[in-house]
T-cell receptor, first 112, second 111 residues
């Protein structure tokens, strides 16, 4: 089944403890992206990647890192999480900038 | 950065009624997309629009890409309870991975 898989689904962590949210897609898509969703703010793009080793900042990149060493994987790294990064995170992939994204099921992160 | 203004923010309708929502932007896009998000899930693509003026249907859904390339609307006809969810518009540029989303329209359908 064609899908975007992100893990974990739920995560509670403490301020300052580095964490990684993994994302993998099995559709051989060139484009991958991370979004965060907060009540009343819709979906905001954090980082995106148009190909292996090519990443670029979205609208809210501060406090996040990404890497794209392989086509299928696009992990999101929070080096020193803070409470304002408590949010619902989505990974997504697409075959082209011309088409829409296929989204994963989300990771609900709580930073205390 | 680019911003999309999506309206209305929420809608409460009776089953069987038609629904209309729209998005406007301060800048142009090459592609307009409409997604639906069910509770606890990621957004799912409903309709993609690629040309100014284009009108596209998907079952009871109809969407249009505005002539100015700065706006789009989505209509849902004869709503049913499973239409409940959050609807997002999104704009994209060609050869750019960046996509901009509206804040969403929350739809509630009363049986």
């Amino acid at each position: 089944e064609a899908q975007v898989t992100q893990n974990p689904r739920y995560l509670i962590t403490v301020t300052g403890k580095k964490l990684t949210v993994t994302c993998s897609q099995n559709m051989n898509h060139e484009y991958m992206s991370w979004y965060r969703q907060d009540p009343g703010l819709g979906l905001r793009q954090i980082y995106y990647s148009m190909n292996v080793e090519v990443t670029d900042k979205g609208d809210v990149p501060e406090g996040y890192k990404v890497s794209r060493k392989e086509k299928r994987n696009f992990p999101l790294i929070l080096e020193s999480p803070s409470p304002n990064q408590t949010s619902l995170y989505f990974c997504a992939s697409s075959s082209s900038s011309f088409y829409g994204y296929t989204f994963g099921s989300g990771t609900r992160l709580t930073v205390v | 950065g680019q911003q999309l203004n999506q309206s209305p923010q929420s809608m409460f309708i009776q089953e069987g009624e038609d629904v209309s929502m729209n998005c406007t932007s301060s800048s142009i896009f090459n592609t307009w997309l409409w997604y639906k998000q069910d509770p606890g899930e990621g957004p799912v693509l409903l309709i993609a629009l690629y040309k100014a003026g284009e009108l596209t249907s998907n079952g009871r859904l109809t969407a249009q890409f505005g002539i100015t390339r700065k706006d789009s609307f989505l209509n849902i006809s004869a709503s049913i309870p499973s239409d409940v969810g959050i609807y997002f518009c999104a704009g994209q540029l060609i050869n750019a991975g960046k996509s901009t989303f509206g804040d969403g329209t929350t739809l509630t359908v009363k049986p």
